[in-house]
């Protein structure tokens, strides 16, 4: 029973791989019709016209039933047009029809653009903001509902999200392996929302704070863009990343907590060093929890299973300390 599960796993990792790949290339289709239909004034396909210059005629006995029934399904369009547009009608709609969009999205094959907003009933006072920075493999509904947690268990403030959309299971690969690196254009808008937040609150000598969260690769821009900040401006900056994928040492800002669950794995995989620091040194500011019972990597989303219980856990302590939105 485990070690299906486990091939089921594999298999899904390889196709979302291999799909993705795929359609990494589609902006590099040759334009242009490869072939013709050619139809009656009754909608009946006559004849095609291939790439190659060729003529394909249909007798009225190849023209009929399941043959043509076929044919009129796929190209439905009674006038010329190429098999390359058709095809690909066909293909979106088969598509949409028999895949869920989390699923397309992670193959790559629906495009999202970066965002940014607010969700929340308002702020709480003039010196408090709360941030958020999503993960790889998100939808635009995945941040909302990430947002919509926090706002309602930290009294409803508003939570100034970011939303990093993916562009499918292997350029989300490749985008996480360049922002370890250190090319991040999401720590570029990071630091932008937070200078246009202190400066809302009044700017860096009036006591305000950030409380800033980021979950998965999020935690990676997260430490890119601290960097951006002036020494004054970090200090300003209280850090909370779960599950994520570089785990952020205390220094130079009010505070930095990082939430694991034991039974996530991407920490582990993508800050190994920090993850080992964490579970052998006292002085960690690495935090595990949940209860270490399952599959590994499972219990990595946000707004379900151990860090929604921990969203609740820290949205009680910030209502203790800031209050509520009245």
């Known amino acids: 029973m485990n070690s299906s599960k486990y091939f089921c796993s594999l298999f899904l990792s390889l196709f979302l791989f291999f799909v993705s790949f795929i359609n990494a290339d589609e902006a590099q289709k040759p334009e242009g019709h490869l072939t013709v239909f050619h139809y009656d004034s009754s909608g009946q396909l006559i004849s ?3 790439s190659d210059g060729d003529v394909i005629y249909f007798d009225e006995e190849s023209n009929s039933g399941l043959f043509s029934s076929f044919f009129q399904w796929i190209f439905n369009n009674p006038s010329n047009h190429s098999l390359t547009e058709s095809h690909e009608s066909y293909w979106d709609s ?23 907003g607010s969700i929340g009933l308002g702020e709480i006072g003039d010196n408090i903001r709360v941030t958020l920075i999503n993960g790889m493999g998100n939808l635009k509904e995945d941040v909302i509902d990430a947002a919509q947690l926090i706002s309602s268990t930290h009294g409803d403030i508003n939570v100034h999200y970011i939303f990093r959309p993916t562009d499918g299971w292997t350029r989300d690969l490749m985008n996480g392996l360049f922002s370890k690196m250190g090319f991040s254009p999401y720590s570029y808008k990071i630091a932008a929302l937070w200078r246009d937040l202190i400066q809302e609150m009044g700017g860096v000598h009036e006591g305000g704070q950030i409380v800033h969260y ?4 999020g935690g ?9 900040l002036t020494p004054e401006e970090q200090k300003m900056l209280k850090i909370i990343t779960v599950g994520s994928s570089t785990l952020i040492a205390p220094y130079g800002f009010d505070s930095s907590m990082n939430f694991v669950s034991c039974y996530d794995v991407v920490p582990l ?5 920090g993850s080992i620091y964490g579970l052998v040194s006292s ?13 590994p990597f499972i219990d990595h989303v946000l707004s379900s299973g151990t860090y929604r219980e921990l969203m609740l856990f820290l949205g009680k302590q910030f209502r203790i300390s800031y209050g509520k939105v009245n």
């Open 48 to 50: 095609l016209t291939k």
């Open 94 to 116: 088969f598509l949409s029809d028999n895949f869920s969009p989390g699923f397309l999205q992670m193959a790559g094959l629906i495009n999202q653009e970066p965002d940014q």
């Open 214 to 217: 980021a979950h998965s690769m």
């Open 220 to 228: 990676t821009d997260t430490y890119k863009a601290i960097a951006l």
């Open 269 to 273: 995989i993508t800050d190994s060093f």
């Open 283 to 295: 002085q960690s500011n690495i935090f595990y929890i949940g209860n270490c019972q399952g599959y």
